[in-house]
């Protein structure tokens, strides 16, 4: 399932990160996070985030920024498949 993007929703930096030898570092700034994007699961809290590679590094060699990924399932409509066509019972 392809992913639609929302492009008049702002996207909501939260860090940057540098790519080295041994994979990406980051660093998440946690007082940007809006709670609203915080999802519990099972007692547990996750954030879905997006690393994306800038165009060329800024002026602190940071290679990567980290943005919420703020997209949501849109909500599914009923199934009606199962409901009877119409009044055709035998009886």
């Known amino acids: 399932m392809s992913k639609l993007i929302n492009m008049s ?6 860090g940057k990160g540098k790519a080295s030898k041994f994979g990406i570092k980051l660093s998440i700034c946690l007082s940007d996070i809006p709670k609203e994007h915080v ?3 099972q007692g547990k809290k996750y954030l879905n985030v997006e690393v994306t590679e800038m165009k060329q590094p800024d002026k602190f ?5 980290v943005t919420v990924d703020t997209w949501k399932p ?9 409901e009877p066509a119409g009044d ?3 009886f």
Request: aromatic share 8%; charged share 35%.
């Open 74 to 82: 849109e909500p599914k409509e009923p199934d009606n498949s199962l």
């Open 39 to 41: 999802n519990e699961y």
């Open 9 to 14: 929703e702002p996207k909501i930096y939260i």
């Open 88 to 90: 055709d019972l035998p």
């Open 61 to 65: 060699g940071k290679t990567h920024t």
